[in-house]
Nanobody, 124 residues
Framework: QVQLVESGGGLVQVGGSLRLSCAAS????????MGWFRRAPGKEREFVAV????????YYADFVKGRFTISRDNAKNTMYLQMNSLRPEDTAAYYC?????????????????WGQGTQVTVSS
């Protein structure tokens, strides 16, 4: 089992920044590709970003390219999502997820473990 705990969410104004963290415990963190997903009110959960086991491969959803940065520190068993230039449409619950794979994926159903989420609210 892998336990994932997100933190860093909150209320921010348009154009502001937040840094989300995802702390992992249980299994060897570096064996898992890690992803960020989000669910806005009334919408389905959607892919945001993914990072490979070593951090050497990263992929973003188009709507966050140039604004969000995913990273990980395997020594600290933690993944991050730096979010800049936030927009009202970024308002959502953000979830981190772990996938036991060498090939990172954007597919929600491929992920083995999920955190409980952290709420991000962007006010205009």
């Amino acid at each position: 089992q892998v336990q994932l705990v997100e933190s860093g969410g909150g209320l921010v104004q348009v154009g502001g920044s937040l840094r989300l963290s995802c702390a992992a415990s249980g299994r060897t963190f570096s064996n898992y590709a890690m992803g960020w997903f989000r669910r806005a009110p009334g919408k389905e959960r959607e892919f945001v970003a993914v990072i490979s086991r070593s951090g050497g491969y990263i992929y973003y959803a188009d709507f966050v390219k140039g604004r969000f940065t995913i990273s990980r520190d395997n020594a600290k068993n933690t993944m991050y999502l730096q979010m800049n230039s936030l927009r009202p449409e970024d308002t959502a619950a953000y979830y981190c997820a772990a996938d036991y794979t060498e090939v990172p994926t954007t597919g929600i159903y491929e992920y083995d473990y999920w955190g409980q989420g952290t709420q991000v609210t962007v006010s205009s």
